[in-house]
């Protein structure tokens, strides 16, 4: 399987209004329920979002007020390429107004053996540029492009963000199909 590892900030189709809030809210401005992908844990939000756009990072590059819609990958055909994009919203930040966030990453087969495991990845660190409860994206974001060799079925993404100042462990799981 041919991984990289790409960095980029970003923001999900879904809005933020506030971790405070302790809900998501729907474009609309309807709470949505937390689900496995998208959480809140007292005041620190995140979410975990797989996506088969391959101009994510130029639909993020655009100014503050405009909100991206990502399409959300949930069946890969082989050659197609997908992001998994990790979201965070409401950091604890230190008395520089700096954030300590790191994450746990692994990417399990279909038949069970991991593609990825790695512990402790720097996913940001530092000043925030902005509210902090506004959403920023996680690095690293993982890149999969589906390989002759690689198995179908159903291929299972886990992200664990920490928020180490506020001493909060949220797992985030997505999952798509490989046919």
Known sequence: ????????????????????????KDSNGNPIPDTESRRTIGEFGGSLLITSDPD??????????TTPVFTEAQIVSRG????ALTFFANPKLNAN????ITCD???TRPNGTESINQRDAVCFQGRLKGDPNNMYLAAP??????????PVGVWTLEITLKD?????VMPLKATFTLK
Do not use: C
């Not at 399987?1 to 998501?24: D, K």
């Not at 974001?141 to 690689?150: A, H, L, M, R, S």
């Not at 180490?164 to 909060?168: A, E, Q």
């Open 105 to 107: 990453l692994k990417a």
């Open 164 to 168: 180490n100042l506020r001493k909060v």
């Open 56 to 65: 994510w990072e130029k639909k993020w590059n655009t100014p503050a007020e």
């Open 80 to 83: 197609e390429r997908i992001f």
């Open 141 to 150: 974001v993982i890149g999969f492009i589906g390989e002759p060799d690689d």
């Open 1 to 24: 399987m041919n991984r990289r590892l790409l960095t980029a900030f970003i923001v999900i189709s879904l809005s933020w209004t506030s971790a405070q809030a302790g809900y998501w």
């Open 97 to 100: 107004h700096e954030a300590n």
